[in-house]
């Protein structure tokens, strides 16, 4: 077998992939690629992805960081974890170090802006800083789990028992969210390293968080260098390289729907078990026991601003559409109104009565990324489209459908949405159980979607949220926090020196 090194490719040249298919390198691919680079050929589409040399070397060196430091864990305490979380938690709290942090972010944010980019995420809030603290604090606080027992089998002689591991290196690949940092970290607690790579909006912002408070926090702490590491390449490349090694054991990603399914994609490849959550949005159905101000304030209360588990699509009982639709449009209007904007919703054909004629005709200010836009509040979108996901920035953006029944709704959830999170709205307790029962989704309540986050709901800070798009996950919750990355390992103890088979 010879063993050679790509140096080069062809316009027109053949890449075969997934056995029986092939793709062809275009020039552009062509004259870009130079001797040194990575080419990686997505098995699932055919997509040929060029990762420069300089930013392989940098994604590697940082995996090797994380791979030695893991190797280290071993002999770290669980105080000195605490420690670290503590002191990390301490310097985000402290104004002075906190405000190069801010500096940073406000030159991110800025530059974001001018070249026309969403910064719904990325704006490091006071809100933001308070939730990485109080993260920081809830693993600090957090009983460690390592070498946890499991379970313990006794046999005549000899016992078995089933204890907690560290499972290893954790690549995490995020979009513009600062607080992202303090969530990852979690895998720490459970005697895990990771390797962050973040959006190229915010590295600015995670280059101050590291100088300043992360990698303070390690050495203060006694950890090893490279338990917590930052990629440091504005290069969306980096996260093909970063997913890629094989030294990785999960890979995290959280991001827009395309992104993360070809980051996820790049993963399973090399055999790297993942994590994602790439599409999200919310989905309220009104059931026949809804009442109309809890509806209001729900929809309300589930726009205060886009994240995955904001609401996107409201499902309106047909016999009660007169009734509820004001219900909805004024919780719509309310979110707005909280954020000094004009709402936007998109109406599926048999709704657009309910709604006020004048909607779909006059033109109003409605914030988007690159600023403000002239457009109607109510535009018609075809059935099939239920399930987009609305990624607005200051105009809270909803569409509306009609339904014959709770059961129809559940359907459509079931057919179109990414099978993420959703709420009946019901004071009727048989509805809300058949409709538990027949929804496939991992996050079903009765009230405001917003609730769908693992820090709020089960004071674990979260790794990520998984939808069930493609498929139920095995064996563990649509959370992924820190304290659910491990593996386990099997230990016997004989006190008969006779045994045997």
Same mark, same amino acid.
């Given at each position: ?120 995420? &990325? ?106 590491? &930052? ?37 399973? @490849? ?81 709704? @657009? ?149």
């Amino acid at each position: 077998m010879v063993d050679s090194q790509l140096s080069a490719l062809e316009a027109g040249q053949i890449i075969p992939y997934g056995g029986d298919r092939y793709t062809i390198v275009d020039e552009a691919l062509a004259d870009d690629f130079h001797a040194g680079d990575h080419l990686i050929v997505v098995n699932q589409n055919g997509a040929l992805l060029r990762v420069p040399a300089q930013v392989q070397r940098i994604a590697a060196a940082a995996v090797e960081k994380a791979h030695a430091a893991f190797g280290a864990m071993g002999a770290v305490t669980d105080e000195s974890i605490s420690v670290f979380f503590d002191s990390f938690a301490r310097r985000l709290s402290d104004d002075a170090m906190f405000g190069h942090i801010a500096d940073a972010n406000a030159g991110d944010v800025a530059a974001a802006r001018e070249r026309g980019r969403s910064t719904t995420r &990325l704006v490091l809030s006071d809100g933001m800083r308070r939730d990485m603290i109080e993260g920081l604090q809830l693993w600090r606080d957090t009983p460690s789990s390592r070498d946890r027992l499991l379970e313990r089998v006794e046999h005549s002689g000899w016992a078995v028992e089933q204890r907690s591991a560290g499972l290893g290196v954790v690549g995490f690949v995020f979009e513009g969210r600062p607080n992202v940092f303090a969530d990852a970290c979690g895998v720490l607690r459970t005697g895990n390293t990771v390797v962050f790579r973040i959006g190229s909006d915010a590295l600015g912002t995670a280059k101050a968080i590291v100088s300043h408070a992360l990698d303070p926090a390690l050495a203060e702490a006694g950890l090893p260098d490279g338990a917590a590491s &930052l990629v440091p390449s504005r290069e969306r490349s980096a996260g093909w390289a970063l997913f890629s090694d094989r030294r990785l054991a999960l890979a995290v990603a959280r991001g827009s729907g395309a992104a993360v399914a070809q980051l996820g994609a790049v993963a399973q @490849q090399v055999g790297t078990p993942v994590s994602l959550h790439g599409t999200g949005g919310a989905w309220i159905v009104t059931g026949h026991g809804c009442d109309g101000d809890r509806l209001q304030a729900v929809v309300a209360n589930s726009l205060d601003r886009k994240v995955c588990n904001t609401v996107n699509t409201v499902c309106v009982l047909g016999s009660r559409l007169d009734e509820l639709m004001p219900c909805v449009t004024a919780g719509l209007q309310e979110a707005a109104r909280r954020r000094s904007s004009n709402p936007k919703v998109h109406v599926v054909d048999g709704a @657009q009565s309910a709604l006020p004629p004048e909607w779909f005709s006059e033109e109003v200010a409605i914030g988007r990324s690159g600023g403000d836009v002239q457009e109607t509040r109510a535009e018609m979108i075809e059935p099939h489209r239920l399930g987009h996901e609305w990624e607005w920035e200051e105009s809270p953006e909803i569409t509306v459908v009609a339904v014959d029944s709770v059961e129809a709704a559940v359907t459509l959830f079931n057919e179109q949405s990414p099978r993420f999170a959703v709420s009946l709205v019901s004071d009727d307790e048989a509805e809300q159980e058949g409709f538990y029962a027949m929804v496939d989704s991992p996050f079903v309540g009765d009230g405001f979607t917003r609730w769908v986050d693992g820090q709020y709901a089960l004071n674990q800070p979260e790794l990520g949220l998984s939808n069930w798009q493609f498929g139920r996950l095995f064996a563990r919750s649509g959370i992924l926090s820190g304290v659910s990355v491990f593996t386990v390992r099997t230990r016997a103890s004989q006190a008969d020196p006779d045994l045997r088979r």
